[in-house]
């Protein structure tokens, strides 16, 4: 038997983010993904709803860095629209990189000088995803369009270049995620805690009501955007993988819950540290990140992700930053054991923060308030845990609910032959 591996790797055809099949032995001819996937209803809206995210999320923290330039908040100030640009021009690196690529490839057609000029300016406007986001809707209408003329063949190949350019827009925006939402969540809610630290010492708040509401809804759309992204990827990832069985709505739904009350109270104890001793907070994160970084670079280590170990190095650094919000298997396989040994370590780190919480001085003067963000931080975690296993239980697609709803069409299908 061919030994075979199964992961995630930049590809030359059709795209560079393409995920495939990385196999000594690979049979797939492709048609059971063009027969599972088409551009529907459904599959339009999930990407308007990313595109919504990600300008929503861009705007509000452009307005906000805005206010803090006006207020003179410096520090606020800096750290915002550090956490704007560095993951924008990240994300642009990334997808010009991947648009040279796709022109280097002798099989790939050669894009007229119009579409270049569009893909300059939108990658200089930091608007990288919504290119890629605009093209996968591109070909998908024109697979759509061939679908219906009969053109099998050109209809199977839009299809194909619209699920690798929705792969590409996946990873951007989860990128992008991991990059601006995230640190930008944890740097608002740090805002409002010392705000309320103010308050509570009796100290003058400079802020209007309604800006701190403008950074409630920055965190909310944060944490939408990072549990979106993460189940977007989750769903590209599948769809790119003809041996793979599709997402179902109801799996969809089931991730990004899980994922949105594990980032939420990942976010809110990283908060709660970095409101009281931001020295510790930077120190824990630095070291999550290196053990993450090492503990991928051990146990996933595969070099068959990478054209080089030293890409290699680098994919695997830069998971490990990840790792300090969300896990993200780098490769296909049996997780249970890498996610018993992640949330364990969260759930260490995120018990520690809280004690800190709790010995704090301000908890004896005003337990209710102190005491509910401890609660909400344990619950959003127990909630996080809960739909992660419900998922992986009940409607994984190659769970117990697959093997029977096969069950059940093999009976039907045996039941019509005898009639």
């Known amino acids: 038997m061919a030994n075979e591996f199964r992961g995630v790797r930049f590809s030359l055809n059709q795209s560079s983010g393409h995920i495939d099949i990385i196999s000594d032995n690979k049979k797939d001819d492709g048609v059971k993904v063009f027969k599972e996937m088409e551009l529907g209803r459904f599959y339009i809206l999930t990407l308007i709803l990313s595109i919504l995210t990600f300008i929503l999320d861009l705007y509000l923290h452009c307005w906000i860095a805005y206010i803090y330039y006006k207020a003179q908040e410096v520090t606020f100030f800096t750290l915002t629209l550090i956490f704007i640009i560095v993951p924008a021009l990240t994300s642009s690196a990334f997808s010009m990189r991947w648009y040279l690529q796709d022109e280097?490839?002798?099989?790939?057609?050669?894009?007229?000088?119009?579409?270049?000029?569009?893909?300059?300016?939108?990658?200089?406007?930091?608007?990288?995803?919504?290119?890629?986001?605009?093209?996968?809707?591109?070909?998908?209408?024109?697979?759509?369009?061939?679908?219906?003329?009969?053109?099998?063949?050109?209809?199977?190949?839009?299809?194909?270049?619209?699920?690798?350019?929705?792969?590409?827009?996946?990873?951007l925006r989860l990128l992008s995620c991991f990059l601006m939402s995230a640190p930008?969540?944890?740097i608002q809610l740090v805002f409002l805690l010392s705000q309320y630290k103010k308050a509570f010492n009796s100290l003058p708040i400079t802020f209007e009501v309604t800006f701190l509401g403008y950074q409630t809804w920055a965190i909310l759309c944060s944490v939408v955007s990072i549990s979106w992204a993460l189940t977007t990827y989750h769903r590209s990832v599948r769809f790119a993988r003809e041996d793979k069985e599709k997402l179902s709505t109801i799996a969809a739904i089931f991730i990004f819950c899980w994922n949105a009350f594990s980032a939420t109270s990942r976010i809110l104890a990283l908060s709660l540290l970095a409101t009281l001793y931001p020295a510790w907070f930077v120190t824990i994160c630095i070291a999550h990140w290196l053990v993450m970084s090492?503990?991928?670079?051990?146990?996933?280590?595969?070099?068959?992700?990478?054209?080089?170990?030293?890409?290699?190095?680098?994919?695997?650094i830069a998971?490990?930053?990840?790792?300090?919000?969300?896990?993200?298997?780098?490769?296909d396989g049996p997780t249970r054991y890498s996610y018993l040994a992640y949330y364990l370590v969260c759930f260490i780190e995120n018990t520690a923060t809280l004690v800190v919480?709790?010995?704090?001085?301000?908890?004896?003067?005003?337990?209710?308030?102190?005491?509910?963000?401890?609660?909400?931080?344990?619950?959003?975690?127990?909630?996080?845990?809960?739909f992660a296993v419900s998922y992986y239980r009940f409607y994984h697609p190659n769970g117990n609910?697959?093997?029977?709803?096969?069950?059940v069409n093999l009976a039907k299908h045996q039941y019509n032959n005898k009639s």
């Open 104 to 171: 280097d490839e002798p099989s790939m057609k050669r894009q007229p000088l119009w579409k270049w000029c569009i893909r300059i300016i939108m990658l200089v406007l930091q608007l990288a995803p919504l290119l890629r986001y605009y093209d996968t809707l591109a070909y998908g209408i024109l697979s759509s369009i061939h679908k219906k003329k009969g053109n099998l063949l050109n209809q199977q190949k839009y299809l194909r270049m619209m699920i690798d350019e929705e792969t590409n827009a996946s990873l």
């Open 294 to 316: 090492l503990w991928i670079d051990m146990v996933h280590h595969q070099s068959s992700l990478c054209a080089s170990r030293c890409e290699e190095i680098i994919f695997n």
């Open 184 to 186: 930008q969540a944890i």
């Open 357 to 386: 919480w709790c010995v704090s001085e301000m908890v004896s003067k005003n337990p209710e308030f102190h005491y509910g963000i401890i609660a909400v931080q344990v619950l959003s975690f127990i909630l996080g845990i809960f």
């Open 319 to 331: 998971l490990g930053l990840a790792y300090i919000i969300a896990f993200i298997s780098p490769k």
């Open 401 to 407: 609910t697959t093997v029977i709803k096969k069950t």
